[in-house]
């Protein structure tokens, strides 16, 4: 991705990173919904394209001479399950079938259609928790993964 501005570097990777969910888990799981920032939902599962950040690595010292960047982008994905404990597991197994799916296709694409040099899954964060809400008690399981990429600006 040559001659991009920070901004727009983060925003391509996300994009393509969101694309590339939206692509894989259209036909393996159609319930799992993708929002483009921070939502919340009573029941299901669905997953949170929110932030990230990015930071560039001088390069020597000319007007035309590339420089490296880092650029990563945050994600949340989340499960609702109603039941006893087993649910608990049941919410986080499927949250991981999910990032597998997803870490395969960024495994198996590491430019993302040319977007990156190279785009990796580089942090997993996992928490669950109960809830009771009227008579129902269960579960949500949250999983929040960081992709990481890294892109050469020129110019």
């Known amino acids: 991705m040559a001659g991009s501005r920070t901004s727009t570097g983060f925003y391509v990777l996300k994009k393509a990173l969101f694309d590339a969910a939206v692509s894989v888990f259209q036909t393996s799981a159609p319930e799992f919904e993708q929002n483009w920032g921070r939502a919340i939902r009573a029941r299901g599962q669905w997953a949170n394209w929110v932030g990230g950040d990015t930071d560039q690595q001088p390069g020597p010292f000319a007007p035309t001479k590339p420089r490296d960047e880092t650029l990563r982008v945050q994600v949340e994905f989340w499960a609702v399950r109603s ?73």
């Open 83 to 155: 039941g006893p404990i087993g649910a608990a597991r049941e919410a986080e197994e499927y949250l991981y079938d999910r990032v597998g799916e997803l870490e395969e296709y960024v495994r198996e694409n590491t430019t993302l259609g040319g977007v990156a040099r190279h785009c990796f899954l580089s942090r997993i964060e996992v928490d669950t928790l109960s809830y009771q809400a009227k008579d129902t008690t269960g579960y949500t399981a949250g999983v929040g993964l960081e992709f990481e990429g890294r892109v050469r600006i020129t110019g």
